[in-house]
């Protein structure tokens, strides 16, 4: 593999500053996360505590103006004034209700709407009878004592949180009511609202998000028990819990801490460890900005004393590659102007380049009349008289009628007519891998199978004649819009055994093939007046096709050169999947004729 000296210049440079840069990089960028993360574990574990308290303190004051207007409740009218200042006016009561625990039965004793709140959802007093029922409030918890908190927002209703605590005890300290308030949601989602890196959120004992920095996640309710940070920090029986983890939805790390509250509720309180390191990959990105100057300068360096060695090396080999492409035209002198080695590799090269380019002036001019495929099999090998046998596929097409045609016409239009035809025709035959031998007045002659033989000879050559058809089409629908005649022709196929190869003299030679199957193909082209048809193809062909093609036999005919009648057959179709897709034209069937060297054979 070639490597430029300047890339190797640069590249050793390049190494060298990596390797250094990146060492102090690597332990300066280590040292940063140690510390930002033992300073972060700290701060979220302090800041979800601060949290804890203050959500404490407003549960707190909730649950005794919940005990105050529970009791002024169940004194009915004798406190009705009261409970009218104490509830009515506080913004964030929705709802009371007082419940009578008897046995396994629970009772409603008394209840206080804020109807006006409810009014903007279309929902009425009814509404919180459903609401118990579809957030399962633990009221047989409360019979035992604890204070129970749940998170009572649903679509199409204000964002309430559910506070349910003991009320009145009997003689026997059994606690026989119990009081349930509807509260806005605000109180508690206030402390979770302020701006930081952190995201914090207040979950009940089920899991279920009570607060949230993205407040909707708390009005939808959103489960928090499936995270794996979440279920542990729930299950631990320490207040504290705190750890690294992934989450399971961004797949991002996090440092998590959580503290329970003395009601409850638990607080949680993640970053993000990409926010976490921002200030070491600051040193990273400080790193590799430094880095990147120095390599930059160093490199710009080296390029201009490497350009003083290899510039003139390089100017030849962009030459060369543009000579490869077919450039002939370039002038290395012009480019090199250093006197030394390098100036005489330049002038030898245009030397170089004027003989390659009168060779390929030679080559082009004769694939135009020989072919590509011809010509890079003649300037491959030593030319000389001989040939070869090889089996091949033959074509052979006339155009009907052109003996008539041409009588009619100048000998200008005659040449315009051909030559239109035969750029149409001689187009798909290469297209598909054939070799247009020659030209025979109207008539070409084509061949598959020399000088390169394929193992899909056979099948290009009919699909050819199918696309020659459709071609034929095409350019009688342009002649007619012209005011032209269409024209009609007939194509042959015959696969067999050949010569291929230069045939003539020393002097005079032309590359060819002949041999019986050539004789034989042009009779089939010629047997397609007597039958009919626009192509002809023999049983020979047919085997090597299988059913490729949809065929239909035409008949057999005896034509001179051969003893026994020929069987052809018409070409319909080509297989394109699991069907045939139809090949035909208004010029692919005609009204059949007499044709010289063609006796069809009764069937």
Not at 344 to 350: E, G, K, P, T, Y
Not at 597 to 603: D, E, G, L, N, T
């Amino acid at each position: 593999m070639r490597i430029p000296i300047s890339t190797k210049l640069i590249t050793v440079t390049i190494l060298i500053l990596v390797a250094s840069t990146g060492a102090i990089t690597l332990i300066s960028s280590n040292y940063f996360e140690k510390k930002a993360s033992e300073q972060v574990d700290i701060a979220n574990l302090e800041s979800a505590s601060a949290k804890a308290k203050e959500v404490d303190n407003i549960i707190a004051s909730l649950i005794d103006k919940t005990r105050t207007n529970g009791s002024l409740l169940m004194k009915g009218a004798a406190a009705a004034e009261d409970l009218d200042f104490n509830f009515t006016k506080d913004k964030n009561f929705v709802a009371l209700e007082v419940l009578k625990l008897n046995g396994s039965s629970v009772e409603s004793v008394a209840r206080k709407v804020k109807e006006d709140v409810l009014k903007p959802y279309l929902l009425g007093e009814s509404y919180f009878v459903n609401l118990r029922a579809w957030q399962q409030f633990p009221v047989r918890n409360l019979a035992e004592g604890s204070i129970e908190i749940k998170n009572a927002s649903y679509p199409k209703a204000p964002a309430m949180i559910t506070i349910g605590i003991p009320l009145v005890k009997d003689a026997q300290g059994k606690i026989t009511h119990v009081v349930l308030a509807d509260v806005m949601m605000a109180p508690l989602q206030k402390p979770f609202t302020d701006l930081s890196e952190r995201t914090q959120y207040l979950i009940d004992g089920q899991g279920e998000v009570l607060a949230h920095k993205d407040e909707q996640k708390a009005i939808s309710r959103l489960s928090m028990k499936a995270y794996p940070f979440v279920t542990k920090a729930m299950n631990t029986k320490s207040p504290q819990y705190q750890t690294k983890f992934v989450d399971p939805e961004t797949q991002s790390n996090f440092f998590g801490a959580s503290v329970k509250t003395s009601y409850g509720p638990m607080v949680i309180s993640q970053t993000s460890e990409a926010a976490i390191l921002e200030v070491s990959n600051e040193v990273k990105r400080r790193a590799i900005f430094v880095a990147g100057s120095a390599i930059s300068l160093a490199i710009f360096f080296i390029f201009l004393f490497s350009m003083t060695l290899t510039s003139p090396i390089e100017k030849l080999a962009g030459l060369i590659n543009m000579v490869s492409k077919g450039n002939f035209d370039v002038k290395a002198r012009e480019h090199v102007k250093s006197h030394d080695e390098v100036g005489d590799l330049a002038s030898a090269f245009d030397h170089m380049t004027e003989g390659l380019k009168e060779r390929d002036k030679v080559k082009s001019l004769f694939s135009k009349f020989h072919g590509s495929a011809v010509t890079e099999d003649l300037i491959g090998k030593d030319i000389g008289v001989g040939g070869q046998s090889k089996n091949v596929v033959v074509f052979f097409s006339d155009i009907r009628g052109f003996t008539a045609f041409s009588e009619k016409r100048s000998p200008e239009e005659v040449v315009e007519m051909l030559n239109e035809y035969f750029g149409v025709m001689v187009g798909i035959i290469n297209a598909h891998g054939g070799v247009v031998d020659k030209f025979i007045g109207d008539a070409i002659m084509a061949v598959w199978g020399a000088p390169k033989t394929g193992p899909k000879d056979a099948f290009n050559a009919v699909r050819a004649c199918l696309e020659m058809r459709r071609g034929l089409d095409k350019l009688n629908e342009t002649r007619i819009a012209r005011g032209q005649p269409p024209i009609n022709i007939g194509m042959g196929l015959h696969a067999g055994p050949a010569i291929s190869g230069t045939i003539g003299s020393d002097e005079r030679m032309e590359y060819t093939v002949i041999g019986n199957t050539v004789n034989t193909a042009s009779r089939i082209e010629a047997s397609t007046k007597a039958f009919g048809a626009d192509l002809l193809v023999t049983d020979s062909v047919i085997d090597q096709v299988g059913d490729a093609f949809k065929t239909e036999l035409a008949g057999a005919a005896e034509v001179k050169g051969r003893s026994e009648a020929i069987k052809m057959y018409k070409v319909r179709a080509y297989k394109a999947g699991d069907k045939y897709v139809e090949v035909k034209t208004p010029y692919s069937d005609y009204e059949a004729e007499s044709a010289d060297k063609v006796k069809i054979k009764a069937s």
